[in-house]
């Protein structure tokens, strides 16, 4: 037992009302399918069923296309960007009003620790809408032309990791600039879309701005696909990305895809240890690795190797993983078990072709989804670990000995979402961000995001910007 | 851990080969201690922790006074309240020591004997630290001879910022013997040194010279203490430990004030450090109005609502 043991400190579920069941957010309301099915959605840290949610059928979706078709013609296209910012503004303050009950909604239903989700996710999320607020009246002065015009309907499909702020970097932009939207939330997370939903009525926006159609891959395809849509952005895994770009190919609609990623992080042998041992844990670790961006590969010059490992080894036994609504869990649950299997299948793969693989020592609840925390050494270019997208806890642990090499390294990969520089020296960051071929390169940090900053891949993690002014264009004619 | 190839009993060797070393450990990046500091603040310190956080906060206060209107009278009166710090509750565990100034120790002495509690002096010209070594070693000697457990000395901060790092070194090594059998805290003045990367080096430079413990102020500069500094002194106590094998302990002085910053501070040391660094042996609080809130938030727990200050006693 240790010295200091923390008493659980659970955040309250008290503070959150889950109905039984859920129908779609169509027009403005809340209304039955017309064809689909229910399904359940299940907290991944019990197993425990949340709520029953609405499979949303393809009448489902053509009503949701023309509800917001609907919307776009008669209210929001024509409206005046000085009064749209006033609804995004509303939108903002009531996230964070409702800052608390948003968190601890998103930690049940997608396994987050809740200080991720309070600390991260909601503020985040908030902080992009009241960034898009203010571009909702300035939208000729963002570079884009004297004029820029709003695309129409946008289908927009999201995946189950940051739940709310993958739907606020989505709706946000789409909205300011005049678009309306039918967003899917993941199969695994609806809740805190239909949250959002609620949020939309609380805020009076117009009937028909914001539409949440629930259900699985089918429901998106259905969307993606609709003749009635102008604009598709997704959000998730490559496979599905090509699916979409394939489908919409000859169709005049716009994509944006944020993909995968295969995140290279660098240490080189001068940078701040500390700083970057936690630079790597918060890279790989930070919401159990379900990140696209994650620093999943680590790359460190062989002079400071054993010395970084064993800095990194003692750091993870100190990761404590568990309840995600305890407030001093650092990682919560796998959000799924397809996702869980997937995260062992590779991890074995790893084992199998010869790296070695080391886990935190730490217990893991008996119930729900969970993964320890793991690091694989001995990786090389040529392992399945080092360059497919395990999106979990898992870290593949390679070495370099130049700044050429590390970039080689980096750079061979068919992602190219981010990556991270660890160095002292300033004039190496600029040499290595030239050269790495990532839509983010962090310096001595990771995993930043800010709603001024625009993010987004290079080849295999997508094409097209989200956040700051580059976000805008995807979702204007100019 | 890994350990580096520097012999280190040769670092300080001469002048250069000791600020190679120094400037050959690894930087601190400001944003990223600060960050983790501030993220480890979050911890959510509740009931049973948090009862275990605040008798072992009191059992690691440096209840000081360093004043110039300190008196005899007044110093009793703080030894009085360092060996039974809550009046109305003798379970309340007993300060780690009393400092002051060093023609107060043998009254502090006296008040103390057979208490278990240790008397603490500053020395070396505090808290500037700007006269004659043989100055600052007689102040040494002098409070020793009054019979201080614990010698508090500061660095000259001058020479550290002038790159004179051999000067300190030594300084600190002459003060290590004056002080005999007593235990020497090197007090960096981090509020002086600015950088995290000037407060490692400091750091490195106190523990080879032979201090037992680093501390961060002497309380009269400002910033004092804060949390990421205190990190960066921990980390720096964890890989000194993991290179020569000696543990060299840690004060945190000055600005601490409330129950929540010194849990917060514990948390830090659980976390950085490690466990073994959580007894008063490794880890001080030099302070003077933490221990009222300490016994206050202490009563909060055991009635369930605050007493107010008139139930603690004020010196």
Same mark, same amino acid.
């Given at each position: 037992?240790?010295?200091?043991?923390?008493?659980?400190?659970?955040?309250?579920?008290?503070?959150?009302?889950?109905?039984?069941?859920?129908?779609?957010?169509?027009?403005?309301?809340?209304?039955?399918?017309?064809?689909? @099915?229910?399904?359940?959605?299940?907290?991944?840290?019990?197993?425990?069923?949340?709520?029953?949610?609405?499979?949303?059928?393809?009448?489902?979706?053509?009503?949701?296309?023309?509800?917001?078709?609907?919307?776009?013609?008669?209210? #929001?296209?024509?409206? &005046?960007?000085?009064?749209?910012?006033?609804?995004?503004?509303?939108?903002?303050?009531?996230?964070?009003?409702?800052?608390?009950?948003?968190?601890?909604?998103?930690?049940?239903?997608?396994?987050?620790?809740?200080?991720? @989700?309070?600390?991260?996710?909601?503020?985040?999320?908030?902080?992009?809408?009241?960034?898009?607020?203010? #571009?909702?009246?300035?939208?000729?002065?963002?570079?884009?032309?004297?004029?820029?015009?709003?695309?129409?309907?946008?289908?927009?499909?999201? &995946?189950?990791?940051?739940?709310?702020?993958?739907?606020? #970097?989505?709706?946000?932009?789409?909205?300011?600039?005049?678009?309306?939207?039918?967003?899917?939330?993941?199969?695994?997370?609806?809740?805190?879309?239909?949250?959002?939903?609620?949020?939309?009525?609380?805020?009076?926006?117009?009937?028909?701005?914001?539409?949440?159609?629930?259900?699985?891959? %089918?429901?998106?395809?259905?969307?993606?696909?609709?003749?009635?849509?102008?604009?598709?952005?997704?959000?998730?895994?490559?496979?599905?990305?090509?699916?979409?770009?394939?489908?919409?190919?000859?169709?005049?609609?716009?994509?944006?895809?944020?993909?995968?990623?295969?995140?290279?992080?660098?240490?080189?042998?001068?940078?701040?240890?500390?700083?970057?041992?936690?630079?790597?844990?918060?890279?790989?670790?930070?919401?159990?690795?379900?990140?696209?961006?994650?620093? =999943?590969?680590?790359?460190?010059?062989? =002079?400071?190797?054993?010395?970084?490992?064993?800095?990194?080894?003692?750091?993870?036994?100190?990761?404590?993983?568990?309840?995600?609504?305890?407030?001093?869990? %650092?990682?919560?649950?796998?959000?799924?078990?397809?996702?869980?299997?997937?995260?062992?299948?590779?991890s074995e793969v790893g084992a199998a072709?010869?790296?070695?693989?080391?886990?935190?020592?730490?217990?893991? &609840?008996?119930?729900?989804? #969970?993964?320890?925390?793991?690091?694989?050494?001995?990786?090389?270019?040529?392992?399945?670990?080092?360059?497919?997208?395990?999106?979990?806890?898992?870290?593949?642990?390679? *070495?370099?000995?130049?700044?050429?090499?590390?970039?080689?390294?980096?750079?061979? *990969?068919?992602?190219?979402?981010?990556?991270?520089?660890?160095?002292?020296?300033?004039?190496?960051?600029?040499?290595?961000?030239?050269?790495?071929?990532?839509?983010?390169?962090?310096?001595?940090?990771?995993?930043?995001?800010?709603?001024? @900053?625009?993010?987004?891949?290079?080849?295999?993690?997508?094409?097209?910007?989200?956040?700051?002014?580059?976000?805008?264009?995807?979702?204007?004619?100019? | /851990?890994?350990?580096?190839?520097?012999?280190?009993?040769?670092?300080?060797?001469?002048? +250069?080969?000791?600020?190679?070393?120094?400037?050959?450990?690894?930087?601190?990046?400001?944003?990223?201690?600060?960050?983790?500091?501030?993220?480890?603040?979050?911890? +959510?310190?509740?009931?049973?922790?948090?009862?275990?956080?605040?008798?072992?906060?009191?059992? /690691?206060?440096?209840?000081?006074?360093?004043?110039?209107?300190?008196?005899?009278?007044?110093?009793?009166?703080?030894?009085?309240?360092?060996?039974?710090?809550? !009046?109305?509750? !003798?379970?309340?565990?007993?300060?780690?020591?009393?400092?002051?100034?060093?023609?107060?120790?043998?009254?502090?002495?006296?008040?103390?004997?057979?208490?278990?509690?240790?008397?603490?002096?500053?020395?070396?010209?505090?808290?500037?630290?700007?006269?004659?070594?043989?100055?600052?070693?007689?102040?040494?000697?002098?409070?020793?001879?009054?019979?201080?457990d614990e010698v508090d000395m500061v660095?000259?901060?001058?020479?550290?910022?002038?790159?004179?790092?051999?000067?300190?070194?030594?300084?600190?090594?002459?003060?290590?013997?004056?002080?005999?059998?007593?235990?020497?805290?090197?007090?960096?003045?981090?509020?002086?040194?600015?950088?995290?990367?000037?407060?490692?080096?400091?750091?490195?430079?106190? /523990?080879?010279?032979?201090?037992?413990?680093?501390?961060?102020?002497?309380?009269?500069?400002?910033?004092?203490?804060?949390?990421?500094?205190?990190?960066? /002194?921990?980390?720096?106590?964890?890989?000194?430990?993991?290179?020569?094998?000696?543990?060299?302990?840690?004060?945190?002085?000055?600005?601490?004030?409330?129950?929540?910053?010194?849990?917060?501070?514990?948390?830090?040391?659980?976390?950085?450090?490690?466990?073994?660094?959580?007894?008063?042996?490794w880890f001080r609080f030099g302070a003077?109005?933490?221990?009222?809130?300490?016994?206050?938030?202490?009563?909060?727990?055991?009635?369930?609502?605050?007493?107010?200050?008139?139930?603690?006693?004020?010196?």
């Amino acid at each position: 037992m240790a010295v200091f043991e923390y008493a659980p400190a659970p955040e309250s579920r008290s503070v959150v009302h889950v109905d039984s069941h859920y129908g779609l957010f169509i027009g403005g309301e809340f209304v039955e399918s017309e064809d689909g @099915s229910p399904f359940k959605t299940v907290n991944p840290a019990t197993e425990e069923v949340l709520a029953e949610v609405t499979a949303a059928g393809p009448r489902d979706v053509d009503r949701a296309v023309r509800a917001a078709r609907e919307a776009y013609d008669k209210v #929001w296209g024509p409206m &005046p960007g000085h009064d749209r910012a006033k609804y995004l503004y509303r939108i903002a303050r009531i996230l964070q009003e409702r800052a608390r009950e948003l968190a601890v909604l998103e930690s049940l239903d997608n396994g987050k620790p809740i200080r991720e @989700s309070r600390d991260v996710d909601v503020p985040l999320a908030a902080a992009w809408f009241f960034s898009y607020a203010g #571009w909702a009246d300035k939208l000729e002065f963002a570079g884009l032309g004297p004029d820029p015009r709003p695309l129409g309907v946008a289908g927009q499909v999201i &995946p189950w990791n940051f739940p709310l702020l993958m739907l606020a #970097w989505k709706i946000a932009p789409a909205l300011a600039c005049g678009n309306t939207v039918v967003l899917k939330p993941a199969e695994t997370t609806p809740l805190t879309a239909l949250a959002f939903a609620d949020i939309c009525r609380q805020a009076e926006l117009p009937a028909g701005v914001v539409n949440i159609v629930t259900g699985a891959g %089918d429901v998106g395809a259905a969307l993606v696909s609709h003749g009635g849509v102008n604009k598709v952005a997704f959000t998730g895994s490559t496979e599905v990305g090509r699916q979409i770009a394939e489908s919409i190919a000859g169709t005049r609609k716009r994509l944006t895809l944020e993909l995968g990623g295969k995140a290279a992080n660098v240490v080189f042998e001068d940078a701040p240890l500390d700083q970057a041992v936690e630079g790597i844990v918060n890279g790989i670790f930070f919401n159990q690795g379900h990140v696209c961006c994650a620093g =999943s590969r680590l790359l460190v010059q062989e =002079s400071v190797y054993d010395e970084v490992l064993g800095r990194l080894k003692e750091r993870m036994t100190t990761l404590r993983v568990g309840d995600p609504l305890d407030k001093n869990t %650092d990682i919560g649950a796998i959000n799924n078990p397809a996702q869980l299997a997937k995260i062992r299948e590779l991890s074995e793969v790893g084992a199998a072709e010869g790296a070695e693989r080391w886990s935190a020592p730490c217990e893991l &609840p008996e119930h729900g989804y #969970w993964f320890a925390p793991t690091l694989f050494t001995g990786v090389t270019q040529a392992h399945r670990i080092a360059r497919e997208e395990i999106f979990g806890p898992v870290l593949s642990v390679l *070495t370099f000995r130049t700044p050429a090499e590390a970039v080689e390294k980096a750079n061979n *990969t068919p992602y190219g979402l981010s990556a991270g520089v660890w160095t002292d020296k300033g004039s190496r960051i600029l040499w290595m961000a030239e050269r790495l071929r990532a839509g983010v390169v962090w310096a001595n940090t990771f995993n930043k995001f800010d709603p001024a @900053s625009p993010f987004g891949g290079y080849k295999e993690s997508g094409y097209g910007r989200e956040g700051g002014r580059q976000g805008l264009e995807a979702y204007l004619a100019h | /851990m890994t350990t580096t190839d520097t012999q280190l009993s040769d670092v300080a060797a001469s002048a +250069s080969s000791l600020r190679r070393f120094l400037h050959g450990l690894s930087g601190v990046d400001q944003v990223g201690a600060e960050e983790r500091a501030a993220r480890l603040a979050t911890r +959510s310190i509740k009931t049973t922790a948090k009862r275990f956080a605040l008798d072992l906060a009191t059992s /690691m206060v440096d209840l000081t006074t360093l004043e110039g209107q300190d008196t005899p009278g007044k110093v009793r009166a703080l030894c009085a309240k360092g060996r039974q710090p809550d !009046p109305s509750d !003798p379970t309340a565990p007993p300060v780690a020591a009393i400092c002051v100034y060093p023609d107060l120790v043998a009254t502090a002495k006296q008040a103390l004997a057979g208490s278990g509690v240790r008397v603490a002096s500053v020395a070396t010209a505090f808290p500037s630290g700007r006269t004659a070594r043989a100055v600052k070693i007689a102040d040494v000697e002098y409070a020793v001879s009054q019979g201080a457990d614990e010698v508090d000395m500061v660095i000259d901060r001058g020479a550290f910022l002038a790159g004179d790092y051999l000067a300190i070194y030594d300084e600190i090594a002459a003060v290590k013997q004056a002080c005999g059998g007593a235990h020497l805290k090197v007090i960096l003045e981090t509020g002086e040194l600015v950088t995290y990367d000037n407060v490692k080096r400091a750091s490195w430079l106190a /523990m080879l010279a032979g201090g037992d413990f680093i501390k961060t102020s002497t309380g009269k500069v400002q910033p004092a203490a804060t949390l990421p500094v205190t990190l960066v /002194m921990l980390q720096s106590v964890r890989d000194f430990r993991a290179a020569t094998g000696r543990q060299v302990g840690v004060k945190a002085a000055g600005g601490i004030r409330t129950s929540k910053d010194a849990i917060r501070y514990l948390v830090v040391v659980n976390e950085t450090a490690g466990e073994q660094w959580l007894t008063p042996e490794w880890f001080r609080f030099g302070a003077s109005s933490l221990l009222n809130d300490l016994l206050m938030q202490r009563q909060k727990l055991d009635t369930g609502h605050y007493a107010g200050h008139d139930y603690v006693t004020e010196d």
